[in-house]
């Protein structure tokens, strides 16, 4: 078993920004494949951005590319994401998942296995 936990949201102006931090316990996820989701009210889960085991390849979402990188330390089991210049559309929960199959950059949700409870992160105009 996995267990990840979000940290590092907050409240925000537009312009700013945030980093996401993912601790995952129970097992070492460097051989995981790893995704950032989000979910904002009254809409359905999307990716955000994902990573391979090593950190060597990355994707993102068309609305976020440019402006957030994703990023690993398997040394620390911790997975990241660094969001600049954030708009108010960023506003969502964030989620941290892990994925134990081959492959990454899965963008559908039920192509991940682990997931945390999310962190809130607010963009105001």
């Known amino acids: 078993q996995v267990q990840l936990v979000e940290s590092g949201g907050g409240l925000v102006q537009a312009g700013g920004s945030l980093r996401l931090s993912c601790a995952a316990s129970?097992?070492?996820?460097?051989?995981?494949?790893m995704g950032w989701f989000r979910q904002a009210p009254g809409k359905e889960r999307e990716f955000v951005a994902g990573?391979?085991?090593?950190?060597?390849?990355?994707n993102y979402a068309d609305s976020v590319r440019g402006r957030f990188t994703i990023s690993r330390d398997n040394a620390k089991n911790m997975v990241y994401l660094q969001m600049n210049s954030l708009k108010p559309e960023d506003t969502a929960v964030y989620y941290c998942?892990?994925?134990?199959?081959?492959?990454?950059?899965?963008?559908?949700?039920?192509?991940?296995?682990?997931w945390g409870q999310g962190t809130q992160v607010t963009v105001s105009s």
């Open positions: 990573i391979s085991g090593s950190g060597g390849s990355t």
């Open positions: 129970g097992r070492t996820v460097r051989s995981y494949a």
């Open positions: 998942a892990a994925r134990t199959g081959y492959g990454f950059g899965y963008i559908r949700q039920d192509s991940y296995d682990y």
